[in-house]
């Protein structure tokens, strides 16, 4: 057992102690794992009131389908919503992780979050690691000064734009926007072609799939329209289920009664006495 | 082979109706060969929350430690047990933090809530938390087991029916792969009781 405080809690960071231990290991011959995936299609565009962003709901684990409705869309601040592509455990720890950075800011300035605040500290943090913390972003909110849209590549670099896509099903998404995208769209009709851009990616690329998640961002006011449509409800399930007619062979059992959770109350202002 | 095909494993945890049952196989093997056949890999955190850890054995034993040593400075600070949702981030952090020499292991987390309120979830060896409503897997025998509680699995089910769904899936699957099996170990937690389990599987 080694020496170091491994009593206390860490101050946070990334630790590489275990990094020696797995280099061994996979010279060995033993491959590293897979981690879990967002294959992905998602986008955002800018509309006449605001920003609409929106996800498709597959995370996958090599060519399975690991979580068939996950959220893509991720909080950042009340007026600032990030959609995350690439791997799903640095998409969720980044995006958590500058949403605090937001909130303390926000305390100490008195002001609402500025979306281009949010996007230098994300590419400053993905920049730091060289592109090992695999995330890709389209950040998009509106602030003081307009609505802003936003995509961060996993190298740190950053694009401005009005409508942005991101992730496997990218490609099959811009083909929608660019033929139907025009400045100055209403509400509906934004919503409606993200929808159309989100299904493209759905149906045309593996690594997406499932619903579609819409999320519409304008001043003062966020609107998450989880699970907006749903075109691949799953129609087979049997009405009669499973019967088991072979029960399982039960070689011991153990029950252990579980005492009432007893709720403490302590009674006020009794005075002992004398 | 894969760092996780070294030892095999198969965890699997389902909802129920005010009940959850999380089970696992019970074999450690060192590649091909079977070394021990009561491997525990299912773990009690307290007696509404049970995390079962599949990859490497040694990961697991580790994780485990150090989770109920969390869970300890918890109680002692905060008076009383951990909620499931809490303890899911936990560990998805504790992972994180070693995500460029990650623990090799994929935990799947049960719990019951506030108001006895299922809860399951599951992280691959990074801490992407996945959070389903229905069924969770992780292991070596992941792929049959989707199948299989996909076409088993039916909503609100009470304890006993449960247990034979979820006993029927993890057998099942595991008949189907190579590196887990030799039994299996099922908890069936409601709120007044635990339910302990072993079933007989098929030894090869």
């Not at chain 1, 593996?206 to 329209?225: A, F, P, Q, R």
């Not at chain 2, 691959?124 to 088993?152: H, N, P, Q, R, W």
Request: neutral net charge; glycine residues 8%.
């Amino acid at each position: 057992m080694s020496q170091s405080s491994v009593d206390l809690p860490p101050k946070g960071g990334f630790s590489f102690d275990l990094c020696k231990r797995n280099d061994m290991l996979t010279q060995k011959g033993l491959k590293a794992p897979s981690f879990l995936k967002t294959g992905t299609t998602i986008v955002g565009l800018i509309f006449q009131d605001g920003v609409i962003l929106g996800a498709d709901t597959r995370a996958t684990e090599g060519p399975i389908v690991a979580d068939k409705n996950c959220e893509k869309i991720h909080y950042m601040a009340p007026n600032i919503y990030c959609c995350g592509a690439g791997t799903a455990a640095d998409t969720e720890a980044v995006t958590d992780m500058v949403s605090s950075q937001l909130r303390l800011h926000r305390y100490q300035t008195g002001r609402d979050s500025r979306v281009i605040t949010a996007l230098t500290l994300l590419k400053k943090h993905l920049f730091s690691y060289q592109g090992h913390v695999s995330a890709a972003l389209v950040l998009g909110g509106v602030d003081i000064s307009g609505p802003h849209l936003h995509t961060i590549y996993p190298h740190g670099s950053t694009d401005t734009l009005p409508f942005a896509t991101m992730g496997s099903g990218s490609l099959a998404a811009m083909s929608v926007f660019e033929a139907k995208y025009k400045e100055g769209l209403t509400r509906d009709e934004g919503i409606k072609l993200v929808a159309e851009a989100i299904c493209s990616g759905i149906f045309n690329d593996l690594g997406s799939g499932s619903n579609v998640d819409i999320c519409v961002i304008t001043k003062g006011h966020k609107e998450y329209l989880r699970n907006y449509m749903e075109p691949n409800p799953r129609t087979y399930v049997s009405s009669k289920g499973y019967t088991f007619t072979k029960k399982t062979e039960v070689l011991l059992t153990k029950i252990t009664p579980l005492s009432e959770r007893v709720k403490v109350v302590e009674v006020a202002g009794e005075a002992m006495e004398e | 082979m894969s760092i996780f095909e070294y030892n095999g494993s198969a965890v699997v945890a389902m909802v129920g109706k005010n009940c959850f049952a999380i089970a696992s196989d019970r074999r450690l093997g060192v590649q091909l060969q079977t070394i021990a056949t009561d491997f525990k890999r299912i773990s009690k955190i307290h007696d509404h929350l049970f995390i079962g850890l599949s990859g490497l054995a040694t990961d697991v034993q580790t994780l485990y430690q150090r989770l109920v040593f969390r869970h300890k400075l918890y109680q002692l600070r905060e008076e009383r047990d951990m909620k499931p949702e809490t303890f899911a981030s936990l560990v998805s952090a504790i992972l994180y933090e070693k995500r460029f020499g990650p623990y090799l292991c994929q935990p799947v987390i049960a719990g019951l809530g506030d108001d006895n309120k299922p809860f399951i979830c599951t992280m691959d060896s990074i801490g992407a938390k996945e959070l389903a409503k229905d069924f969770v897997v992780s292991g070596t025998a992941s792929e049959s087991l989707y199948g299989a509680c996909e076409a088993m699995f039916k909503p609100d089910m009470e304890a006993e029916e449960l247990f034979e769904t979820i006993s029927q899936a993890l057998l099942s699957s595991v008949d189907r792969d190579c590196l887990s099996g030799w039994g299996g170990h099922v908890y069936v937690v409601t709120p007044n009781e635990i339910k302990e389990r072993i079933l007989k599987g098929r030894m090869d």
